[in-house]
């Protein structure tokens, strides 16, 4: 794949939900090396977006296309508190087809989470649990990552720690998108949207290394 490729793109995408309304025409194009937001309000619509992205909601019309392995870190975890940390990992890495947890252990480490290992989920704090929810959706090296307010919970450390980490995965050729109802750190970012009456608006946050992704593609 060349760079300037996408690594996913998105046409005309529409969904509704018993005739209201959601996506009225969504189209995007996320490359690799590439670090992007979409905010909107609450009920804009943006968790139908990603799950439209990630293949657990049908679409009514348009086309998704992405090229390269997928990481969601959806709002809602995909936790169980009965199980530990460790526990989650070993049942992700039979899931992703991992032949060891070696990058699970560097991201635990990142986030500082790595003493919780033998923890049960149901003792931790909100935080932790986000931690362990972004670890899981980066354990398999993913080349698209769709991350769904993935700082919630995270005190001011992490969060800073989870830019840092966005960044390095973006270095690294990752194609990054950012969904939030708020804009923080918008400077962080190489292109902001807004999602707004069921369409994406380009801000005027975009830097020249997305400028220069678009006018090659």
Same mark, same amino acid.
């Given at each position: 794949?060349?760079?300037?490729?996408?690594?996913?793109?998105?046409?005309?995408?529409?969904?509704?939900?018993?005739?209201?309304?959601?996506?009225?025409?969504?189209?995007?194009?996320?490359?690799?090396?590439?670090?992007?937001?979409?905010?909107?309000?609450?009920?804009?619509?943006?968790?139908?977006?990603?799950?439209?992205?990630?293949?657990?909601?049908?679409?009514?019309?348009?086309?998704?296309?992405?090229?390269?392995?997928?990481?969601?870190?959806?709002?809602?975890?995909?936790?169980?508190?009965? &199980?530990?940390? #460790?526990?989650? @990992? %070993? $049942?992700?890495?039979? *899931?992703? !087809? =991992?032949?060891?947890?070696?990058? /699970?252990?560097?991201?635990?480490?990142?986030?500082?989470?790595?003493?919780?290992?033998?923890?049960?989920?149901?003792?931790?704090?909100?935080?932790?649990?986000?931690?362990?929810?972004?670890v899981l959706a980066l354990m398999?090296?993913?080349?698209?990552?769709?991350?769904?307010?993935?700082?919630?919970? &995270?005190?001011? #450390?992490?969060? @800073? %720690? $989870?830019?840092?980490? *966005?960044? !390095? =995965?973006?270095?690294?050729?990752? /194609?990054?998108?950012?969904?939030?109802?708020?804009?923080?750190?918008?400077?962080?970012?190489?292109?902001?949207?807004?999602?707004?009456?069921?369409?994406?608006?380009?801000?005027?946050?975009?830097?020249?290394?997305?400028?220069?992704?678009?006018?090659?593609?």
């Open positions: 794949m060349r760079a300037t490729e996408p690594a996913l793109r998105m046409r005309d995408v529409h969904k509704s939900y018993r005739r209201r309304p959601v996506l009225r025409g969504v189209t995007l194009d996320l490359h690799p090396g590439q670090l992007v937001g979409i905010v909107g309000e609450n009920g804009a619509g943006k968790s139908t977006l990603l799950r439209v992205l990630v293949g657990d909601l049908a679409l009514d019309r348009g086309s998704v296309e992405c090229r390269g392995l997928v990481g969601s870190c959806p709002q809602e975890t995909v936790l169980h508190d009965v &199980f530990t940390v #460790e526990q989650h @990992l %070993r $049942f992700f890495q039979v *899931a992703y !087809g =991992l032949d060891s947890l070696e990058r /699970a252990y560097e991201l635990l480490e990142v986030l500082q989470c790595a003493d919780y290992r033998q923890a049960r989920l149901e003792t931790l704090s909100g935080g932790t649990r986000q931690k362990l929810n972004l398999h090296d993913p080349r698209i990552l769709l991350l769904d307010e993935p700082y919630q919970g &995270f005190d001011w #450390e992490t969060y @800073l %720690r $989870f830019w840092d980490l *966005a960044a !390095g =995965l973006r270095d690294r050729g990752c /194609a990054v998108l950012v969904v939030s109802h708020l804009a923080y750190d918008a400077e962080r970012l190489d292109t902001l949207y807004r999602l707004k009456d069921g369409r994406l608006e380009a801000t005027e946050r975009v830097s020249v290394n997305a400028a220069a992704c678009e006018a090659a593609s």
